[in-house]
């Protein structure tokens, strides 16, 4: 069966709250006049690209749960979101889809027409291992492990595109850069932002920067560059994260990722001239005792959703101004284990967000879940991945060759964005 | 169609309550406190001075040169010392250089030789040493943060302060290679007998030994929910990962199905669940779970194999060691296994000929770890004109125990140590993918700032504030670097702190740079500037490396 993927009555579910019809209107018409209170400054000439990696595999069908599809229930007869109108049901979509109830806090972006999911989604990867699947999905190189690429995609369009000035062009807001960013011009990992800035005694503190700035001056990459584009950013612009006071009365979790958004959402309003930004969001590999419902699962659900709804808010005179999205290396099984989880699996489910997404929709070219349907027994892949970053990168970034971002891809334009 | 959506916590299964996500976070890193204080006239034309001297110069040579340890590499005891330590202290190196290259390596191979009482009499102070699963989870079930910080406390003092270093340097190398994280569930409980029983127990052991006590340990069940894996319904993770991560690798030569049939051999093997007896959450064997008939693995079949570790015979009982065996004996598993220790030792990239001389070594002795260290650091690969000794980038633990060795820091407990840890990526024992910490500069090099603000911590006078390490008094540390105070004699301070308390590892470049810095100090070279110096020598580029 297929099911239909346009849902041409997305505006009827606009304005779920005022504010946001309000917030909403100010961004639309900050392109031509920034209202007073809104946005003290232009919006950028590119919007700022920002990933979320969902990483070890995020379960597509918990997320957005395909609850009319027949065969569901039957392959998942004990770990599913029920159907809308049950107890602990799924919050109606679009009539096939429905919203995990943890997830409830996307609705307020989703119901306004800006955030948009694309499901039976991702990248085409045989091997259902993890470390295959990432290297394949942030190279973007289909002939890995013995391909010749090695550099990131989001590097491949850094690099394809004309520098802004800002000291950094990209940050990942984790410990350890993604390979998305390997060998990034500009770019460093910023786990904590709010200590940025060169340590030590305040007496000695210049002398020791210049030593220092010496010793590191033509010393080779990664190490050179690192410490060169660090001391460049000290300060990231002025911006005092701990007295930052996010707009609309947004309210971030206090999670990793609810405080990695936030500073995102403040470096962003800064305008530091920071291009790309990659969250990794980890603890998705639940192998064993999901909880969809009201366990682990659920809780990461909620958080990314509450912290993506806080973002959203708190971002909405800026709307224009950056283009989001979720995705991850792979779904899970179809079929539950014994372990009450699901194991690896294939296709999942993918969101973007931001101004010129089609949103307020779920986009499927649904393959269906009977046994013919299936790949290896795990949802099949219908859009990959590349296309929906593809549109953001021709429609929103203004890239027109693609070939060098992902190669081997022949691009097919969807309609995700306008 | 059952829509009703049941929720099964499977931690009923063993009398546990139900988990409820990750509660292991430690509090941020403490601001470097940085007092303002009062500038003299003196030092801010200092300081215009010296900036202006800087930039005028800074730059204006040829391109600073890769890492070259010409000291180390000159020196074949300093590089064993560098390489199969926790980092450069200097009296460990002279004791080295007084036994000689051959004779060090020797004591390092034979850890039980070095008796190391003093380090097991202070790890007793940690009331979760030698607890079994039941003990620690009875102990520990309330403060489970508690448990966590003791067990990395642990890992951390060994590292620091064993005498056996080699075995601790390969400690860290398992811990990796079978990575558990504490955090997941309950591998808090489960660890403190599977760091014993697997890591310590096998570092220097061989791989057969330590693949199988990683296998059959609870720490490991847990982790890749192998304790889960049952007839009729296959749970593959632990199998998957044995393969890619363990074993032959992901270009071993081994197809989706051999994960599936590896995962059904293991069918079976679980925790104990009943919380009256003893060995509670340890593994057991439920022969009724185990999925009988023929399996198939890389082509063969696999045989039913000897009981593990077991007096009885149950049915299945003996293929998951039979899988291992499989698998260890695979001239895949040997390449992946040298190859991997290549890197760990000598060089990021180990020519194909030493990696085969490694491998065969492993088959021909069974996967004797000995045997393959002995081939390893040979001391013509460590020697000046070795073309296989590459320099390699400290991670962020190896850079912070190496800063505390350096200083002979007697570790107390980790508290502030993991929370400088955490912000530089790299806690022991809490890595969540099952690849382990990566081990390669492209990795690590970008996130520098953590580390300068380690140093500016740790190096305040007198060690500062820094809490949870006990340093020696002043006059020790003066001696260390060859500076007296009483005679302010500055001259060569750069090179002695390069050499005896960072072995050799700053650039010629960099010494001078520090040098400058240290004749450029206006006023009294105090312990103030000395600790100054400390810090910006342990930030340069060449201590990054080893």
Known sequence: MKHSDTNGDSSSKLTRRSVLGATATAAATSLFSAPASASARPPLARPVLLQLFLRQGMDGCSLVVPYADPNFYNLRPTLSIPPPGASGGALDLDGFFGLAPSASAFLTPFNDGRLLFVHASGSHDPTRSHFEAFARMEVADPSLPLGVVTTGWMTRYLNAVVPGSGALRAVGANPLLPLSLRGAPKTLPIPDFTSFSFPGRLLTSAERQATITAAYTHYPAPLGTAALDTIAAFGLGGVDFDAYVPANGAVYPSSDLGRRLRAVAALIKADIGIEVFNIDVDGWDLHANIGVASGEMSRLMSDLARSVEAFYLDMAAYLDDYILFGLTEFGRHMRENFSAGFDHGHGSCLFLMGGGVNGGQVRADWPGLFLDDLDQGDLAITTDYRDVLGEILKKRLGLTDLAPIFPFHTYTDHGFLS | ?546
């Open chain 2, 1 to 546: 169609m059952a829509l009703q959506s049941s929720i099964q916590d499977v931690h009923a299964r063993l009398g546990l309550p139900p988990q409820s996500g990750r509660s292991f976070e430690l509090p941020p890193p403490p601001r470097t406190s940085a007092q303002p204080s009062a500038l003299d006239a003196a030092r801010r034309a200092y300081r215009r001075h010296f900036l202006a001297t800087l930039s005028g110069g800074a730059g204006a040579g040829a391109a600073t040169p890769l890492p070259t340890p010409d000291r180390i590499r000159r020196d074949p005891v300093l590089a064993l010392v560098h390489r199969i330590t926790n980092g450069f202290n200097l009296a460990e190196y002279e004791r080295a250089r007084a036994l000689g290259y051959e004779a060090y390596l020797e004591e390092q191979l034979a850890p039980e030789s070095l008796d190391d009482s003093e380090l097991e009499e202070r790890l007793t102070r940690y009331a979760i040493l030698g607890l079994s699963p039941k003990q620690a989870h009875q102990t520990f079930e309330n403060d489970t943060l508690a448990a966590a910080l003791q067990l990395k406390s642990m890992v951390l003092t060994r590292a620091v302060n064993s005498r056996r270093q080699l075995k601790e340097r390969m400690a860290e190398f398992w811990r990796d290679h079978l990575n558990i994280d504490h955090a997941k569930g309950i591998e808090w409980a489960l660890l403190p007998e599977t760091e014993l029983t697997v890591t310590q127990a096998h570092a220097l052991g061989t791989f057969p030994g330590i693949l199988s006590a990683s296998a059959f340990s609870a720490g490991m069940q847990y982790y890749l929910d192998n304790w889960l894996n049952v007839r009729g319904a296959a749970q593959e993770n632990y199998g998957r990962e044995l393969l890619e991560l363990h074993t032959l690798s992901i270009t071993g030569g081994y197809y989706e199905s051999d994960v599936k049939e590896v995962a059904k051999c293991f069918t079976g093997w679980t925790l104990n669940g009943r919380q009256s007896s003893p060995d509670w959450l340890r593994t057991t064997f439920d022969p009724s779970q185990h999925t009988p008939g023929p399996k198939f693995l890389l082509g063969q079949r696999v045989p039913e194999g000897k009981p593990h570790a077991s007096a009885t015979f149950l049915p299945g009982q003996g293929e998951a060691q039979a899988v291992l065996d499989l698998l260890a004996a695979h001239p895949s598993t040997a390449l992946f296994l040298s190859r991997k220790l290549l890197k760990w030792f000598l060089t990021p990239t180990p020519p194909e000929s030493l990696v085969q001389r490694v491998a065969e070594t492993y088959q021909d002795t069974g996967g004797d770890l000995r045997a393959m260290l002995r081939v390893i650091l040979a001391r013509e690969n460590l020697s000046f004109a070795s073309p296989v000794y590459a320099p390699k980038f400290r991670r962020p633990y190896h850079f912070v125990t190496t800063l505390l060795r350096a200083f002979s820091g007697r570790i107390e407990n980790g508290f502030e140590t993991m929370s400088f840890l955490t912000g530089l990526g790299q806690v022991p024992l809490q890595c969540a993918p099952p690849t382990g910490y990566p081990d390669t500069v492209e990795n690590w090099g970008p996130l520098i700032l953590p580390r300068w603000s380690f140093s500016a911590t740790l190096l305040q006078p007198l060690f500062g504030n820094y809490r949870g390490v006990r340093f020696p008094l002043m006059p020790e540390l003066e001696e260390l670097v060859g500076y007296d105070r009483g005679l302010g004699n500055r001259r060569g301070v750069a090179q002695r702190i390069g050499e005896r308390a960072f072995g050799g590892t700053l650039a010629p470049r960099e010494v001078e740079l520090l040098q400058e810095y240290i004749d450029g100090y206006p006023g009294d070279f105090d312990t103030s500037a000395l600790f100054d110096c400390l810090c910006l020598a342990s930030s340069m580029p060449g201590f990054q490396w080893y």
